[in-house]
Nanobody, 129 residues
């Protein structure tokens, strides 16, 4: 089991940037390390279903993005610091949501939330127009 804590959200104006962080704590007696997991970012806006944002492979060499944020957001990870990041540029009001990071034992191409096991509590991002 992995505990995840997101941070970095806030209230910004359209066109601004934010960098979200997700710190992971792997259980001491776990047979797995942070680098064992594919990591993903998801978001959920009020009244909407949780949607995939981005994912990154175990080594960090491969990524996948939702079409709605492609070219504006960048996912990265640091397996020494046990952290994953989401750099968000050119933010739009429609990016307003609670952003969650999550772990997967599957593939970085997985965009289905049901493929992800451990979830953080989320961090709120609000973009004003």
């Amino acid at each position: 089991q992995v505990q995840l804590v997101e941070s970095g959200g806030g209230l910004v104006q359209a066109g601004d940037s934010l960098r979200l962080s997700c710190a992971a704590s792997v259980h001491t007696f776990s047979a797995y390390t942070f680098s064992t997991y594919v990591m993903g970012w998801f978001r959920q806006a009020p009244g909407k279903e949780r949607e995939f944002v981005a994912s990154i492979s175990r080594g960090g060499g491969s990524t996948r993005y939702a079409d709605s944020i492609k070219g504006r957001f960048t996912i990265s990870r640091d397996n020494v610091k046990n952290a994953v990041y989401l750099e968000m540029n050119s933010l739009k009001p429609e990016d307003t949501a609670v952003y969650y990071c999550a772990t997967s034992s599957g593939f970085y191409t997985d965009y289905d939330a049901s493929k992800y096991k451990d979830w953080g509590q989320g961090t709120q991002v609000t973009v004003s127009s």
